[in-house]
């Protein structure tokens, strides 16, 4: 969620066959994206490096990429299943604001892409939005924006 950009949903129903480490995608079905459109995510280094480490090769590709344990599997694992771990693992840790959801890892990605000069337009890709104007609006309501990048520039 963090460098790709999916949301949990999403995430929980990859099938090893639709990441392509060879190209440094992973495949986004139609079928369950939310906007209905079958597109791919390049993965960032980080992604990369953590799913190559993850050995991959040889296993079923049909197996879900998260499945139990979260480990590759034959069968998914159920979005509550993953929000009632996270909020555990929250608990663990000691934190305990309600804003932290597993969703906000998406979030947190973008805003630190952003932050890191990601331009809007790499950042309108990865997030899979049909418009720029969609992009500056999600941006805007995590509270990025343009005027912000161009405050702490000089030319």
């Known amino acids: 969620m963090y460098y790709a950009f999916l949301r949990p949903s999403e995430l929980l129903q990859i099938r090893l066959k639709h990441v392509d480490l060879q190209n440094r995608k992973i495949i986004v079905l139609s079928s369950i994206s939310?906007?209905?459109?079958?597109?791919?995510?390049?993965l960032a280094k980080p992604l990369y490096e953590l799913?190559?480490?993850?050995?991959?090769?040889g296993l079923n590709e049909s197996y879900f990429l998260f499945g139990r344990g979260l480990r590759p599997g034959p069968t998914g694992l159920h979005r509550n299943r993953v929000s009632d771990r996270h909020r555990e693992v929250l608990r663990l840790c000691g934190i305990t604001d309600?804003?932290?959801?597993l969703y906000s890892w998406k979030h947190t990605g973008v805003v630190r892409a952003f932050q890191a000069g990601l331009n809007i337009k790499l950042l309108q890709e990865l997030l899979r939005h049909h418009s720029l104007e969609m992009t500056d609006i999600?941006?805007?309501s995590l509270g990025l924006?343009?005027?912000?990048?161009?405050?702490?520039?000089?030319?």
Do not use: P
């Not at 939310?34 to 390049?42: M, P, R």
């Not at 309600?98 to 959801?101: A, E, H, R």
């Not at 924006?145 to 030319?155: A, F, R, Y």
């Open 51 to 57: 799913l190559k480490g993850m050995k991959l090769e």
């Open 145 to 155: 924006t343009i005027n912000k990048e161009v405050e702490e520039k000089s030319w």
């Open 34 to 42: 939310k906007n209905k459109k079958q597109q791919a995510v390049t």
């Open 98 to 101: 309600s804003m932290v959801t």
């Open 138 to 140: 999600y941006l805007k």
